[in-house]
């Protein structure tokens, strides 16, 4: 399966960004937006891409700020991420199908509250609502925005950005929150995480993200409320193996009526990366 890889221009406070997308197949639109995090960017889900091509004419799209190419400097909020989403729909393309991934389900799902028939039919794959260290410390706290804020400067946060995303820290998130398989993560592999953590002007993304400046709801009611509002027939997959606390949001979606979920035997945040087959299987889009 032929992967076309192209460059879309947009433009945020005024500032020019290129975002990185890959094109495949032919047939439905089918859109897939990865997560937001420090190591994320739309290579993550090639391994659905490719087999969903078969089936489906496919458009895989970083976020803006995250993937591997150079970054503005920009202070990246939340009404930025829904306006990307918007202009992705309206210029790009209209999908009938999307699948959205971590962060990337929270701006998918505040977009089909908002105009239910503009994503088609979702599936989110590990859907999270809050970042990393309010997800920890089980709250928001006055320290985390600071952090956000502090990646501006020009020294301190450089430092402060490389103390997050250095390779022991990589490895170690990888292995304890994104994937089941230690040994899954190779020295490529490896390599191009790092490759999207080294991007020039990563850092005002990437430490905004793990504080929570990016995420959209205040708490959980506002994200199943959104969720209620978000159409009907959503599916939800996450793996058995998901950090505790992010698994208990996204099986909080389950019992909604407009939601199906469906929890894999094996698999952690990125378990649609590290085994496409089973995910592919469970989706049941017809897909080969």
Same mark, same amino acid.
């Given at each position: 399966? /032929?992967? #076309?890889?192209?460059?879309?221009?947009?433009?945020?406070?005024?500032?020019? !960004?290129? !975002?990185?997308? #890959?094109?495949?197949?032919?047939?439905?639109? $089918? $859109?897939?937006?990865?997560? $937001?995090?420090?190591?994320?960017s739309r290579a993550e889900m090639q391994p659905l891409q490719e087999r969903l091509a078969l089936s489906f004419a496919t458009w895989a799209i970083d976020w803006p700020g995250f993937g591997t190419l150079p970054r503005p400097t920009v202070a990246w909020r939340p009404d930025h991420y829904r306006a990307f989403l918007r202009f992705v729909i309206e210029k790009i393309v209209h999908p009938s199908i999307t699948l959205?991934?971590?962060?990337?389900?929270?701006? &998918? $799902?505040?977009q089909a509250a908002d105009d239910p028939d503009s994503l088609g039919r979702l599936y989110l794959l590990s859907p999270t609502w809050r970042g990393p260290l309010p997800t920890m410390a089980g709250k928001r706290m006055p320290l985390f925005r600071r952090l956000a804020t502090a990646v501006n400067l020009p020294f301190v946060g450089s430092a402060l950005y490389r103390l997050n995303v250095n390779?022991?820290?990589?490895?170690?998130?990888?292995?304890?929150?994104?994937?089941? /398989?230690? &040994?899954?993560? #190779?020295?490529?592999?490896? &390599?191009?995480?790092? &490759?999207? #953590?080294?991007?020039?002007?990563?850092?005002?993304?990437? !430490?905004?993200?793990?504080?929570?400046?990016?995420?959209?709801?205040?708490?959980?009611?506002?994200?199943? /409320? !959104?969720a209620r509002r978000a159409g009907s027939d959503i599916v939800v997959v996450y793996g058995a193996e998901a950090p505790p606390k992010s698994k208990a949001e996204m099986a909080a979606l389950g019992p909604l009526p407009n939601v199906s979920a469906l929890e894999l035997p094996r698999g952690k945040l990125s378990f649609y990366e590290e085994f496409p087959n089973e995910t592919v299987q469970s989706l049941r889009l017809g897909a080969g």
């Open positions: 399966m /032929d992967l #076309t890889d192209l460059c879309v221009e947009w433009t945020v406070d005024g500032k020019s !960004v290129e !975002v990185g997308m #890959t094109r495949a197949g032919s047939g439905p639109n $089918l $859109l897939l937006l990865p997560a $937001l995090s420090s190591i994320s959205a991934a971590g962060h990337g389900a929270s701006y &998918a $799902l505040a390779g022991p820290v990589i490895g170690m998130m990888a292995r304890g929150h994104v994937y089941s /398989d230690p &040994a899954w993560l #190779t020295p490529d592999r490896m &390599a191009a995480k790092r &490759a999207v #953590t080294e991007a020039s002007g990563a850092r005002h993304s990437s !430490v905004r993200f793990v504080a929570g400046d990016l995420d959209l709801f205040a708490d959980r009611d506002a994200f199943l /409320d !959104v």
